[in-house]
């Protein structure tokens, strides 16, 4: 009538044979294998980065060729970016007005690019 949680182990224990423990033994160590496989794999694909020393945010910013470290903008929008900013280089060279300083850019009515991370 009633099943008791101990006859129910004892039926899978007698069951359990010889090849069904080698294969969960087996399975076992490929699984730690591949675990151990997947940390390597993790740890030889980082790549080293190299870090730019600076005094000043100008100092770094002037380091990277061919950036100016002065907003600029379009003659026809409403925003202003700066060379490091990503979407920055879709704006033509006979678009670009340069300011000064982000003071400038901000008092001609722009505001900052949302693609413009600072």
């Known amino acids: 009538m009633g099943f008791s949680i101990q006859e129910f182990f004892k039926k899978i224990n007698s ?3 010889f090849y069904d ?4 033994g087996i399975t076992f160590i490929l699984l730690i294998g591949f675990c151990f496989y997947l940390q390597y794999k993790r740890s ?7 870090y730019i020393v600076a005094t000043s945010t100008a100092e770094a910013i002037s380091s990277f060729p061919n950036s100016d470290p002065r907003p600029f903008a379009s003659k026809k929008g ?3 970016t700066f060379s490091w900013c990503s979407g920055s280089g879709n704006i033509s060279a006979k678009n ?3 300011f000064n300083s982000e003071e400038s850019a901000v008092n001609s009515g722009r505001r900052i690019s949302k693609l413009c991370n600072k």
């Not at 423990?21 to 969960?24: D, G, H, M, N, Q």
């Not at 030889?44 to 190299?50: F, G, K, L, R």
């Open 44 to 50: 030889s694909s980082i790549i080293p980065v190299s």
């Open 21 to 24: 423990c080698l294969s969960i």
């Open 96 to 98: 670009k007005i340069y």
């Open 15 to 17: 069951r359990l044979g």
């Open 78 to 80: 409403k925003t202003y």
